[in-house]
């Protein structure tokens, strides 16, 4: 398929920010987008760069209605020599026609997909910032268009791919953050859609991310939904614990997000000959390690901040601390592994790192 290129007017364009300390997560946006149709029976089709600009949808557009709405999550980096960089993109496209499929919804051709993320980030490389721990975040969305009412797959479809300049995801940057055990509410249930990246999922998880906030802490821990004791995910990221000498993380079984930095950091620690086990983990088992003195260390993974790391746990209102509130040497040896193979600032055995400029 050709994609057009249709530059923005030069007289109509943004500001682009000049303080890259201040750029905050997912609140710039670029000059540009690319957009591409769907319809039954004719396929994709119009792959476009084109202006940054509103949508225009039907008040009865079935993802309005019904949430055939599905997005992944990206970065562009750049290096110290100016080279532009892409993380592991397949896996994200995999993931993407996988979370679609699940919803009924058409896949995409993975080379037409990459080639129009290249062709926008490359229009767009003056937005990538420049210093360490920043990047340009990149969305991909397809939502369904059809105009109509009815419980039924849609016809029509718009993907599209926007992007913009981010700085640290948490306010508290790479400092650890406290998260909350929410009982009262669950994420996702067995056969349901927790592996995806679907826009309900992120709905749902709303009430409990607002409770964890006017408590005080950063984010959520979330239990499974049949027995309300094993740990599945962080907030919008996967969760791994050092106990003793294990890494440990709950196993991909339908009701998590398969992360792709979940796989980087499981196979940099497999690489490291580190032990590594993917099995349940239960509260109680947290809570005796964390009294006993083998947990170690606690964090999250995931595109937006890469590894997180946990000083804090709350469960049924009593404060656990992880490592005397203090980031562990695993967590932040795994964080600088995975930035300098992103910002091209060493070798890349895995051959994740993707250089597209």
Known sequence: MEISIIEADPA????????ESKLGFGKVFTDHMFTMSYQTGRGWYAPAVKPYADLALD?????????????????????KNGEIYLFRPMENIKRMNESAKRLCMPTL?????????????????????????????IRPTMIATEAALGVHPADAYLFYIIVGPVGAYYPEGFSPTKIYVVEEYVRSAPGGIGYCKAAGNYAASLMASAMAIE??????????????????EVGTSNIFFVIGEELITPPLAG????????????????????????????????????????????????????????GQICYKDKEYAINE????????????????????EKEDPFGWRLQIG
């Open 59 to 79: 008040p009865a557009a079935m993802c309005l209605h019904y949430g055939q709405l599905i997005f992944e999550g990206m970065k562009a980096y750049r290096g």
């Open 215 to 232: 408590k005080g802490y950063t984010q959520v821990l979330w239990l499974d939904a049949v027995n309300r004791k094993y740990v599945e």
């Open 12 to 19: 109509k364009r943004k500001a682009k920010p000049t303080d």
């Open 325 to 344: 509130g203090r980031t562990g040497v695993l967590t932040e040896k795994l964080y600088e592994e995975i930035l300098r193979i992103q910002y091209g």
């Open 109 to 137: 051709d993975p080379d037409v997909f990459m080639e129009g993320l290249k062709k926008l980030v490359l229009l767009e490389k003056e937005w990538i910032p420049k210093s360490s721990g920043a990047s340009l975040y």
């Open 255 to 310: 009701t998590i997000l398969p992360g792709v930095t979940r796989d980087s950091v499981l196979r940099i620690a497999r690489s490291w000959n580190m032990k590594v086990a993917e099995r349940r983990l239960s509260m109680d088992e947290i809570l005796a390690a964390c009294q006993n003195g083998s947990l170690r260390e606690a964090f999250a993974s995931g595109t937006a901040a890469i590894v997180s790391p946990i």
